[in-house]
């Protein structure tokens, strides 16, 4: 069985940074290209960003093009947000997930807060 446990999360003032971290077990983790996604309050779940298994290419979404990056590390079977210039639209629930096939059953995910 897949567990995804996302850390990383936190309060920040607008311009801050977070790197938030998602450990993943049960699965050949090097085999998956990872994604990351968010939740906003009272808005439905989007992508943020994605990486393929060996980590050659890595995709965003343009409202964080050039402010995050995604990186993973296949020995520790961790994938990686780096969050720069944070502003309170980032603000939501971070996850992780596969994006080579069908879902996984999803983390808990990890709360992001931006401040003004």
């Known amino acids: 069985q897949v567990q995804l446990v996302e850390s990383g999360g936190g309060l920040v003032q607008a311009g801050g940074s977070l790197r938030l971290s998602c450990a993943v077990s049960g699965r050949s983790f090097s085999m998956y290209g990872m994604g990351w996604f968010r939740q906003a309050p009272g808005k439905e779940r989007e992508f943020v960003a994605s990486i393929t298994a060996s980590g050659s290419r890595t995709y965003y979404t343009d409202s964080v093009k050039g402010r995050f990056t995604i990186s993973r590390d296949n020995a520790k079977n961790t994938v990686y947000l780096q969050m720069n210039v944070l502003t309170p639209e980032d603000t939501g629930v971070y996850y992780c997930?596969?994006?080579?096939?069908?879902?996984?059953?999803w983390g808990q995910g990890t709360q992001v807060t931006v401040s003004s």
């Open positions: 997930n596969t994006v080579s096939s069908a879902a996984w059953d």
